[in-house]
């Protein structure tokens, strides 16, 4: 028997979370997507960072803030601020900054759908709505075949 193989990258098998840990709810060190501009600046400024200086040199690899920006960022703004972080002289402010202005663009149009959306909720019910009209003959059928099937 073949036993299949999960096929995960190892580079985004685990989102790192605000504090450096797994990314989780339960840590409560998550950054919620909808969050307006303001606020969400400010869940991205609040990353927890080391203390290293400003002038030394830091090792991207082991930053939050630069793991999360590897996942969001074009290639060349990756490799851009990894050389900042190599060279020194890049403060862990600048880059949460960064990382806000990366995620904040990459979230602008889903924001405002979602914004849309939450101001219209009789839109969602509707579609709820036609959703469970179309499913509702076929779960029917489905349960009386299993009815039938097993004598009831």
């Known amino acids: 028997m ?81 050389g900042r972080y190599l060279k020194g002289g890049l403060g862990y402010g600048h880059a949460k900054l960064e990382l806000f202005e990366v995620l904040n663009a990459l979230l602008d149009d889903p924001r405002a759908q979602y914004e849309d959306l939450m101001a219209h909720p009789e839109e969602i019910l509707g579609v709820l709505e036609d959703g469970a009209a179309k499913a509702r003959p076929v779960a029917r059928e489905l349960t009386d075949r299993v009815r039938y099937a097993v004598g009831l």
Not at 48 to 66: I, R
């Open 2 to 82: 073949k036993v299949p193989q999960g096929v995960i990258k190892p580079e985004v098998g685990t989102i790192v979370g605000t504090d450096g840990r797994k990314m989780s709810k339960s840590y409560d060190n998550t950054i919620d997507l909808f969050l307006p501009p303001r606020k969400l600046r400010k869940a991205v400024l609040s990353i927890a960072t080391d203390s290293t200086p400003m002038d030394d040199p830091k090792d991207p690899e082991t930053c939050s803030v630069f793991q999360l920006f590897k996942l969001l960022a074009p290639p060349d703004h990756i490799e851009d601020l990894r």
